[in-house]
Nanobody, 125 residues
Framework: QVQLEESGGGSVQAGGSLKLSCAASGLTSSRYCMAWFRQAPGKEREGVAAIYMHSGVTYYADSVKGRFTISQDNAKNTLYLQMNSLKPEDTAIYYC??????????????????WGRGTQVTVSS
């Protein structure tokens, strides 16, 4: 089965950078959309960025455009999220997610069938 495991979270000051990784196993097709979501305390889980594995086309939430970059290393079955110019409002648990043959651009959590356990990102002011 598909398994996703995030790493790379931590605590940084505002303006700093972090790079998250998601190691994936069990992906038997390239027709996956892989994405990063986040959930802050008391808030809904929201989509941050997504990428089509077969084409590399990416999508971003408006709140992170120009600051975050999603990428993949298919040889290593690893998804990344480079986060720059971090703000306190980026503080959340970040989750890796995968969905087979779904539309990446909607960043709709209900469409994703596979989830990691999450990694905490804390940005202090």
């Amino acid at each position: 089965q598909v398994q996703l495991e995030e790493s790379g979270g931590g605590s940084v000051q505002a303006g700093g950078s972090l790079k998250l990784s998601c190691a994936a196993s069990g992906l038997t097709s390239s027709r996956y959309c892989m994405a990063w979501f986040r959930q802050a305390p008391g808030k809904e889980r929201e989509g941050v960025a997504a990428i089509y594995m077969h084409s590399g086309v990416t999508y971003y939430a408006d709140s992170v455009k120009g600051r975050f970059t999603i990428s993949q290393d298919n040889a290593k079955n690893t998804l990344y999220l480079q986060m720059n110019s971090l703000k306190p409002e980026d503080t959340a648990i970040y989750y890796c997610a995968g969905g087979l043959r779904i539309y990446c651009g909607g960043l709709q959590k209900s469409e994703y069938g596979y989830w990691g356990r999450g990694t905490q990102v804390t940005v202090s002011s």
